[in-house]
T-cell receptor, first 115, second 109 residues
Framework: GAVVSQHPSWVICKSGTSVKIECRSL??????MFWYRQFPKQSLMLMAT?????????EQGVEKDKFLINHASLTLSTLTVTSAHPEDSSFYIC???????????FGPGTRLLVL | GQQVMQIPQYQHVQEGEDFTTYCNSS?????IQWYKQRPGGHPVFLIQ?????EVKKQKRLTFQFGEAKKNSSLHITATQTTDVGTYFC?????????FGAGTTVTVRA
């Protein structure tokens, strides 16, 4: 149990385009989902926390207009990187949990390369 | 803000030897979690520690939570090649989970 999927796993796009990444909890309902980015050989940096049906809470320094997060259902959250630039190239990972304080289950991640 | 420091950043271990990675928080934590990320993979949950002074074991892995709930350690005995990867601690304070920088482990046979 506790499987989280992400789609796509890889995406290459041109600078200026927008990219949508989906995060799904497959066998449980996730009241909260988290979005992280990870640069090579670095730790996970929390970008935002999203609760189903409400606006996402963004970490300091993360542009909410650039990284649009939607958590429309208890099993799906999406991250849209708008007007992507090469510096947005990274490994984006989502995680999901059921209850506050409990384990977060991570998706397999999405590697984004912006040319 | 809350900071979680993890050392060492890199650990190169001879197969069969033991090693320990340490995690320290600037604030008291409600719990601490450990994750393992294999090269090219995503973090996988290993364990959660909640109680002051708690010690948990998973086969060759021993996890410890400090008395003050501000530090934790992961000790691996008799390292195997399957232990290769990056081990992250993540400390929870209220609703925020902050990750340490990770300890990347390589093993020489």
């Amino acid at each position: 149990g506790a499987v989280v999927s992400q789609h796509p796993s890889w995406v290459i796009c041109k600078s200026g385009t927008s990219v949508k990444i989906e995060c799904r909890s497959l066998d449980f309902q996730a009241t909260t989902m988290f979005w992280y980015r990870q640069f090579p050989k670095q730790s996970l940096m929390l970008m935002a926390t999203s609760n189903e049906g409400s606006k996402a809470t963004y970490e300091q320094g993360v542009e909410k207009d650039k990284f649009l997060i939607n958590h429309a259902s208890l099993t799906l959250s999406t991250l849209t990187v708008t007007s992507a630039h090469p510096e947005d190239s990274s490994f984006y990972i989502c995680s999901a949990r059921v209850v506050s304080g409990e384990t977060q289950y991570f998706g397999p991640g999405t590697r984004l390369l912006v040319l | 803000g809350q900071q979680v420091m993890q050392i060492p950043q890199y650990q190169h271990v001879q197969e069969g030897e033991d090693f320990t990675t340490y995690c320290n928080s600037s604030t008291t934590l409600s719990n601490i979690q450990w994750y393992k990320q294999r090269p090219g993979g995503h973090p996988v949950f290993l364990i959660q520690l909640v109680k002051s002074g708690e010690v948990k074991k998973q086969k060759r892995l021993t996890f410890q939570f400090g008395e003050a709930k501000k530090n934790s350690s992961l000790h691996i005995t008799a390292t195997q090649t399957t232990d290769v990867g990056t081990y992250f601690c993540a400390g929870r304070n209220f609703d925020k989970l902050s990750f340490g920088a990770g300890t990347t482990v390589t093993v020489r046979a």
